[in-house]
């Protein structure tokens, strides 16, 4: 089968989708638009971050819509995406301000202990968020799932134009191609989004699959200004996340253009981490091979629940 095949054998099997409602959080001084599945009894909620900085939660949503059988899940727009405040002095906006934002959510719910995902970009605001909040709360964090996560330091991002330009053909390549990697290291959010758009396909393993999604479109200054800090300043987050205490499941698709040897290395970073590599998927484990990714995350976070 291929993968847009196992994807779709996949869809049949599932329940209704949960609904998804919307309220308005204060933190920070920002309001904060946060969308909840009904909560399920007797387990934390799972708050999902989505990463590509540019982008507001429904990167996640629907695809993380099977998680709901078992979880509360809870989604908000990071700060200047979305329907989410935008923060003043937006030009100094930075991933670590993202990241501050997570705990500060988490005391405005009235939330104890949750479990926190991050994809992509969001599994660094995971990872950090986590730091900082475990580092007053203990408990604050139960457990911790990084699905495709960025690297604990920058070292990859340079590398990441051409492992896109060897994974795509004739007009997508093309596209790609034409971009200024350079231009990137300015806030300008037409470029960032162009290039996000450019780039989309090359995350899939599968180009069939790739050619079945629409490439979604960033609207986010703030994350433009995240984004070209990241590309112009780099950044190391080895110390703050050493020996992080939280059991950590690091999920990869083992055939991403991130590649796996970062989710190794942050596995060994962390000191309760456990690796499971997803064959034959790119970027979005959870629509490439939903079967192995979703029994994954069901297992881990199924661990130590509190009994009902």
Same mark, same amino acid.
């Given at each position: ?120 970009? @969001?599994?660094?605001?995971?990872? $950090?968020?986590? #730091?900082?909040?475990?580092?007053? !709360?203990? %408990? &604050?964090?139960? /457990? +911790? ?8 330091? @920058?070292?990859?991002?340079?590398? $990441?134009?051409? #492992?896109?330009?060897?994974?795509? !053909?004739? %007009? &997508?390549?093309? /596209? +790609? ?132």
């Amino acid at each position: 089968m291929s993968a847009l095949d196992r994807y779709l054998a996949f869809r049949r099997t599932l329940p209704p989708r949960p609904p998804l409602t919307r309220r308005t959080v204060r933190a920070r001084g920002l309001d904060f638009a946060v969308y909840e599945t009904p909560p399920v009894e007797g387990a934390p909620p799972l708050l999902c971050i989505n990463g590509g900085l540019l982008f507001d939660h429904t990167l996640l949503w629907p695809a993380l819509a099977p998680l709901a059988t078992h979880r509360q899940l809870m989604l908000y727009d990071q700060r200047g995406r979305g329907a989410s405040q935008a923060p003043p002095g937006m030009q100094a906006s930075r991933i670590a301000f993202d990241a501050g934002d997570v705990p500060a959510l988490r005391e405005a719910l009235g939330i104890a202990q949750w479990d926190v995902l991050g994809h992509s970009w @969001g599994g660094g605001i995971a990872m $950090l968020a986590t #730091a900082l909040d475990v580092a007053t !709360t203990p %408990a &604050a964090v139960r /457990r +911790l799932v990084l699905v495709n996560a960025v690297g604990v330091t @920058g070292d990859w991002l340079p590398r $990441l134009h051409d #492992a896109g330009l060897a994974r795509l !053909t004739g %007009a &997508a390549h093309d /596209r +790609l191609a034409a971009c200024d990697v350079q231009a990137l290291t300015r806030p300008d959010l037409t470029v960032h989004a162009d290039y996000a758009q450019a780039y989309f396909s090359a995350w899939f393993a599968d180009p069939a699959f790739a050619r079945h999604v629409s490439a979604p479109r960033g609207h986010s200054e703030t994350g433009a200004h995240v984004a070209a800090r990241l590309r112009r300043d780099g950044y190391d987050w080895r110390d703050p996340l050493r020996d992080l205490p939280v059991p950590t499941l690091v999920v990869h698709g083992a055939a991403d253009v991130l590649p796996l040897s970062e989710a190794e290395r942050t596995a060994r970073l962390l000191a309760r981490a456990h690796l499971v590599p997803i064959p034959e998927a790119g970027h979005n484990p959870f629509w490439e091979a939903p079967d192995a990714f979703f029994a994954a995350v069901h297992t881990f976070l199924a661990e130590d629940a509190p009994a009902s």
